[in-house]
């Protein structure tokens, strides 16, 4: 049975573009989910648990263990490994637990009851 890794790093050819992680710009392969790219950048951990805030990262890549959550955009509890890249992302660790929604929604409801 073979034991190679099913995972290839993609060429280094492959169109780059920059996004924004914790304030740091990271040039990251157009196309792939956002996870990939921060694991492909170096980036160990994405969020601390709300419990222990021991650290945490992607773990199965395709939405079912919810251990890649970040704030996009202003919009805290995005899964990245469903999210694929886009130019001028704002990205931020997610520290602790999180409200659902983001603050400027939560504020329109408010004012809409």
Not at 39 to 48: D, E, F, N, Y
Not at 65 to 71: A, D, S
């Amino acid at each position: 049975m073979p034991a190679d890794s099913l995972f290839r790093q993609l060429p280094s050819a492959a169109e780059l573009l920059s996004i924004d992680f914790d304030g740091q710009t990271l040039q990251v392969p157009a196309g792939v989910s956002l996870a990939a790219a921060l694991l492909a950048s170096g980036v160990r951990h994405t969020r601390s648990t709300p419990v222990s805030g021991s650290p945490r990262t992607a773990y199965c890549m395709m939405g079912v263990c919810f251990e890649c959550l970040v704030e996009v955009d202003g919009m805290p509890n995005c899964q990245a490994c469903l999210l694929q890249v886009a130019p001028g992302m704002q990205v931020r660790s997610q520290h602790g637990a999180r409200r659902l929604g983001s603050a400027s929604a939560l504020e329109e409801h408010q004012d809409d009851a």
